[in-house]
């Protein structure tokens, strides 16, 4: 291994990591990467660093700077909260529409479009008891935010609205009824579906897909729709007005967070017909939410998951919902750390599909599902006639690790 012999001089930092991600090799063209519903956050651009325990350690970037940065890359779709671009206290007034405009000039300059809008109701003092609160002021004040935030989407053109209630929770029980606020939970939902109703309808443009986010930790220390199947309930429980409006936007890491099988839970939104948006990242089982870039932390799982959305014609978007680490700095953000997830995510998309056409893969499937064709009511019989076939299911992992590691094409190290 060559060590740098000297000291990097800050004027030399950004040239040597620019030569060193191009030593890496892989990367896909502009053209390639616009080709898959690849979503690019603004928040994700923007994120300066900081958390509770963290100052921030990159500089602010506004919207202008975050779409060139994308339609550079071939990030074909931008997504924002309504508040990364819009002030508070702008929201609803005359300068949201300005800002609004100039927006759409920036999308438009870049050849980049609004493919999701989504409400912040999380940051602001005002959801410290939650966008559905006790208090009917607060309530009808997320209704209006989720209904603006949609008239946004409609005017920039966007065919999804996301929401995480982020604050649909508690820190110490007792105070909050739950049922009742799961109620008006919904009442803000409804809100939302009769302002897109409302707006569809006048601009003639199909109506959004109005998607829910769960995450089981975090902001609040108990949540009241912890995750993807919680949401499934809160859609089928017949408090909303509209169900048939909404669906969902897991998002890898929160399920794999609460200890899931992360390809098990969109399996079971697929069967609802409910997986529409999709926020792609990485990182560990009972941690925090450490939104590391899609594929860094677990790739064969990643695969696996492409592999179950590939097979059902997934073709909803990705959105790369992911903080760029505090080490990354703001030329690293836009030249390593978003053109490598996104080459990672269409590396392993390609690979999923060469799971799916692989003979060995396809045999071992056909196999497994051909049974043996001895039918007995012996239990012990039965287990004793499939026992060499099962064998498969092994086999079967092995090869995709094979087809993950280029062990397929004949990677072997000698001893
Ligand atoms: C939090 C999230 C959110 C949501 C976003 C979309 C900041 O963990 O994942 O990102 O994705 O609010 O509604
Ligand atoms: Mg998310
Ligand atoms: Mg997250």
Known sequence: MKLPMKPVPPNEQQALVNRLAKACGGAYSPETRR????????????????????????????????????????????????????????????????????????LRRNGVACSMVTTETFHHAVWAASPAAEAPEVRRYAAFRVANTVRIGHELGAQFAVYWPGS?????????????????????????????????????RPTLKHCLEAKPFEPQAEILLPTSDAMLAFIGSGLLKYP??????????????????????????????????????????????????????????????????????????????????????????????????????????EMAGDVLSDPVIGEATAALRAGSGVVSDDAAELAAANRELLTLHELIAHRMVQILIGQHRGRVYSL
Request: aromatic letters at 12%.
């Open 168 to 204: 649909l929770g508690y820190y110490v029980q007792g105070a909050v009824e739950e049922t009742e606020t799961l109620r008006w939970y919904a009442e803000a939902l409804d809100a939302a579906c009769e302002a897109d109703i409302e707006t569809a309808k006048a601009k003639g």
């Open 244 to 349: 048939a409006m909404v669906g969902l936007n897991p998002e890898y890491l929160h399920e794999l967070m609460w200890g899931a099988a992360p390809r098990a839970a969109l399996a079971r939104a697929l069967v609802a017909g409910k997986l529409w948006h999709f926020d792609i990242n990485d990182g560990y089982r009972l941690k925090h939410d450490v939104d590391i870039a899609v594929g860094l932390v677990n790739p064969l799982d990643w695969l696996n998951v492409l592999v179950l959305l590939r097979s059902h014609g997934y073709n909803g978007p990705f959105n790369l919902d992911y903080k760029p680490p505090r080490t990354t700095s703001l030329h690293g953000v836009f030249s390593v750390s978003f053109p490598t997830a996104v080459d990672r995510f269409i590396t392993l998309w």
């Open 35 to 106: 080709k898959y519903f690849l979503t690019g956050p603004q928040w994700a651009a923007a994120y300066q660093g900081q958390a509770l325990f963290h100052a921030p350690t990159r500089e602010a970037v506004d919207f202008a700077r975050v779409i060139e940065e994308f339609a550079r890359i071939g990030i074909g779709y931008w997504t924002t909260h309504d508040t990364d671009v819009i002030p508070t206290e702008a929201l609803g007034k005359d300068a949201q529409w300005e800002i609004t405009r100039r927006i759409g000039e920036a």
